[in-house]
């Protein structure tokens, strides 16, 4: 049996992530991978009913979990709190270990749904690689009358460990990692920048380059397909990635794994709680299923990730899109075609294998 832990979370966490379980319950079903799903607090409805954003028995779920898929967190009514629920976000991430947050950005071939001119925008397949546990979010932040600070440190080591990743990442790739940082100005930069260079030289099949994060966020948007992986701190990857959603179409997309030392991994749909248009039935969960999919490619799976890959990928080619996209299909809509796609796929395989039995018998 596989233990997810599933954290809906807050605003349309709930919605975009009850797609995403179901895809995997029919999945799991039919291909008997054994997926064993429980429900836990997370986020602002921990406030609500624990007075914590990560109450210890969520945090103790999640630790003896083998994956963990989370919706989102986050709503002004809690934004007065003393603990938000974005820091139960922040902890969780550091209580797992999980360092590497791996986003990919694709735009599909035509770029259709590319606000970028398609000969600028179309084919752009590109790999966030953003540290997670470390930098200004988890400095000390202080706030005092008429003055505030944010510490942003980062350890050798720190980066060390999520160059790596990317520099594998890039080798199953094209081959390149984009570095991207704020050398010019800030002491944590210089460090990013000496040490990417000198785990570059693990890896003289992958071509290096840094770039300024100003000048990237320009670049990603006029040039988007020379970039392969990028890799770069925090809040920059945080930022970026945001920023990169939107030449694929819409942030509604993107899913995301958050990696450590072989712990349970964290799959999260990029975007937030989305707060304006929770509980229309409205929002995209393809980013929330392109999460579960990751889910399943990381726990190994045979090609159970694939299939749910491909189930949505052929599900948005075929014209189902919700309205950041500019269609009018739902939330739960949306996921029901995903899953049709996967039962005709279901279908097909096990009309193969029941060939290939007749087959057998026929010969044996
Ligand atoms: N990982 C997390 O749980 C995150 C939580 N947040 C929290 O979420 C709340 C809202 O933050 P925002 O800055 O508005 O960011 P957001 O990502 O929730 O929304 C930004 C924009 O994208 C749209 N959008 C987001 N996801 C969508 C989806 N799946 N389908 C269609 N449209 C979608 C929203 O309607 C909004 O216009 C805040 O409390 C924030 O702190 C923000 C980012 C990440
Ligand atoms: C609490 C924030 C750091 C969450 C966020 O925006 C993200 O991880 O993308
Ligand atoms: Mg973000």
Redesign the pocket.
Known sequence: MINIAVLP?D??GPE?TREAVECLRLLSARRNLGLHFTEHDFGGVAIDHHGTPLPEATLHACLAADAVLLG????DQWNDCPVR??AG?LEIRQQLGLYANLRPVKVMQGGQWSPLRSDVAAGSDILVVRELTGGIYYGEHRLAPGEASDLCTYTREQVERVAHVAFKAARARSGKVTQVDKANVLATSKLWRSTVTDVARNYPDVALDHLYVDACAMAVVTEPRRFDVVLTENLFGDILSDLLSVIGG???LLGSASLGNGGPGLF??I???????AGLNI???A?AIASAAMMLDELGLGDGGAVLHEALEATLMAGCR?P?LGGDASTSGFGEEVRDRLRVRSRRDHGLRNLFMTDRGCCG
């Open positions: 979370g605003g349309i975009v989102a967190v986050g709503g629920p974005e976000l819409s942030i509604g999260e749909p975007h937030g709680s989305a707060p304006q248009i929002a995209n969960p980013g919700t950041d």
